[in-house]
């Protein structure tokens, strides 16, 4: 099976698994998947918390019926792997530990996402990317990874709610593609910075989601105060509402890129215009 085809593969089985999982949870009496998506929104620790121990032991359940070959195929498409920089640990139960934080993780997304009555919020608007973006297998491979990074993200300690609520937006978003999603208009970074008072380092990596286009770069600056400030540009990778694309750089290295970031101390800038847009 080619990469792009287990990937695509993976992304379907988990999405079927958290909307069975998100459909047990609505079955349960008590409205637990009400307190379990508004909980948290709404200061009631309580009954989120029951709730949650409740979502954590149906996706245990799920992730324990999957065989062997399917299990370590959804492995392989979660952020477990990148933690292991791409080892297979080649044992079940280490499978099922890193399937079952992914799936917990989407989950939860979901419920980040649904409004105080427990249903999934749309964009205003409900308008949807053109249909003239056009994307090669490979592409939706890179976006997907993209994806993941930016998941990992949301549990940054400190990170605003708003903040959180708007990089899942772009996680979807970027997960759906090939598939039409609904409109956003959002920007987020990851800047850190190396150096002291002498010479420094700082770097940046956007990832930018809007009607007209997809966009993913890195640039960076280096300054010392004897030849004063130079700022570059790395990679660049664009995807355009007409069909059109622009490619700077490698995609592999920007993930490397943002990946070491990740490791050090950084900070996230997160933008989102979608609704002022939606009212224009």
Known sequence: MKRYDADRLAEAKYRDRAELIIARLKSLPGDVWLHFAGGGQRGELSAFEEADRIAEQICREVVRACPDPELKLLWHASDALWKRQGDDPGVRAN??????????????????????????????????????????HDDLVFLSNVARRLAVLTARPGLAPEDAKTIRRAVAALKRLPELTPDVDVQIEVAH?????????????????????????????????????????????????????????????????????????????VTDETERRALV
């Open 193 to 269: 910075r190396m150096g002291g008072e002498g010479f420094c380092e700082s770097y940046s990596y956007a990832v930018k989601l809007d009607r007209k286009r997809i966009e993913i770069t890195s640039s960076g600056s280096q300054g010392d105060p004897a030849v004063g400030l130079d700022s570059f540009s790395l990679e660049s990778l664009i995807w355009y509402a007409d069909g059109q694309t622009g490619r700077h750089g490698n995609r592999d290295i920007w993930l490397e890129r943002l990946a070491y970031a990740l490791t050090r101390d950084y900070a996230v800038n």
């Open 95 to 136: 499978w099922e530990e890193g399937v079952f934080q992914e799936l917990r993780r989407r989950v939860r997304y979901a419920a980040g996402d649904a409004g105080p009555d427990g249903d999934r919020t749309e964009a205003p608007g409900g308008a949807k990317f053109e249909a003239s973006f056009r994307f090669d």
